[in-house]
């Protein structure tokens, strides 16, 4: 992003806070990842503390995703809970709805632009209408987006293929850029939120994602590794790690329905890093810098003002750390 002319004095007055209809204003808008190594009752506490929102995973009994959703929301936590697109679908959401109050549903499906999440969109529609948030994807085209925008979805999930921990590329041979298919799904004429989703390893990342057009963020990778996340610290040769892993990776796939399809994921360790406010903190503080490059003091200013370039391989090495 080209550095622009600017008259902000202090990060203060930058505003980077979204609305997610039917659901409420966030001071930050990153969206942790529903994914069992993320997300859980502590991640979500912590993110809303810090302006955030959370996803809680949909790896686990329709008892126990009810259970976190009410331990987070008697902290009086915002949260939102991932649902699949058929099985289990509306008897989980039915006990989201009624016996935890949730007020958003996240279709979590790693290709979002298939007739399951149609039918999945029109059955949550019919039964619930439109007060609920709900969420959608993951789409990866225009087509998709709007596609999902018409079938009922609130909010889109766009990147296929670009997670840290993905390898649908690999294993498929499917995928788009996450940052094009952000420019893509931004040029959308519905009103649909975009929710840039999978490769966002920084606060730039995370700058560049809402230039192109994003009004949240969803990260995995950048949270994983923190106090919040479920599972064990392991205390290894190379110091303190906590497991990090695709949902659809063979480790995930085996815990949560004792079966393995096609893997298009991997599990791998990272390193411990202590509290995830610290890390948000970061994030917030990066974010508005970001903005302050570009002259903008508001998310929609900075996507009326940025101006991308073209950069060598020479520029890609000079920018690394
Ligand atoms: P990260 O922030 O780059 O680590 O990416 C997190 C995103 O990767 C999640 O929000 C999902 O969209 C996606 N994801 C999670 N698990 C898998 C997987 O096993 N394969 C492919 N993508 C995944």
Redesign the pocket.
Known sequence: LAPQYSEIASRSEIRISQTLKNLSDFSLPIVS?P?DTVTGVNMAVSMHKAGGLSIIHRYNTIEEQVDMVLAAGEEGVIVGAAIGANGDLLERARALIKDASVGLLCVDV?HGHHSNVRYALEVLRNTFGYDLHIMAG?VATLEGFNALSDWGADSI?V?IG???????RIQTGHGIPTLQSILDCASSDRDATLVA?????NSGDIVKALAAGADFV?????L?GTDETPGEVLHTKEGKKKVYR????KE?QSAWRGRVSSI??VSHVVPYRGAVKEVLYELDIGIRSGLSYSGATSIPELQAKAQFIRQTSAGTIESST
């Open positions: 990842a994914m790693a993951n999930r990147g670009g997670g840290s921990i993905c390898s649908t989703d999978g490769g966002i390893r969803m990260v995995g990778s950048l994983a695709g949902m659809a990776s995930a298009e994921g």
